[in-house]
């Protein structure tokens, strides 16, 4: 069974990927923060995450950027997420590593679907190697 982890600090949204990612198969973690995050990416190593950018403690652009500088991670399917383009955007969510961004001021279904469509590349961590995160 593949896992994912939703780290998210809007019970709604966080409610929304955990039910969508279900529905697909995934078991399913999820943290508040920043910091509970990367603890349980760590611990569970899911396969695919889904970050909101603007996150207590540790931001989402930093929990992104330290799970892709590990290998265990190479190949997971990292999500940004964020509900404006006001402060990050497509292009700066690739700087930091993810795969795709969404934004979720396009609505629960548009959300649903462009994430729907990025489950069917079947991402894999390697459950296999230790964790070493290395600083950025």
Do not use: H
């Amino acid at each position: 069974m593949q896992t994912a982890l939703v780290v998210d600090d809007d019970v709604f949204w966080k409610g929304v990927f955990r039910d969508y990612l279900e529905e697909k198969g995934f078991r399913v973690y999820t943290a508040c923060d920043g910091f509970g995050g990367l603890s349980k990416a760590i611990r569970y190593k899911p396969d695919v995450i889904i970050v909101d950018y603007l996150l207590p403690r540790v931001d989402g652009s930093y929990v992104v950027r330290l799970l892709r500088s590990s290998e265990v991670f190479k190949n997971a399917g990292i999500v940004l997420t964020s509900f404006t383009e006001d402060i990050v955007n497509e292009y700066w969510a690739k700087e930091f590593g993810a795969d795709i961004f969404i934004k979720k001021s396009e609505g629960v279904e548009t959300v649903k679907r462009k994430l729907g469509n990025f489950l069917i590349l079947n991402f894999e961590s390697d459950k296999s190697k230790t964790v070493e995160i290395n600083a950025v």
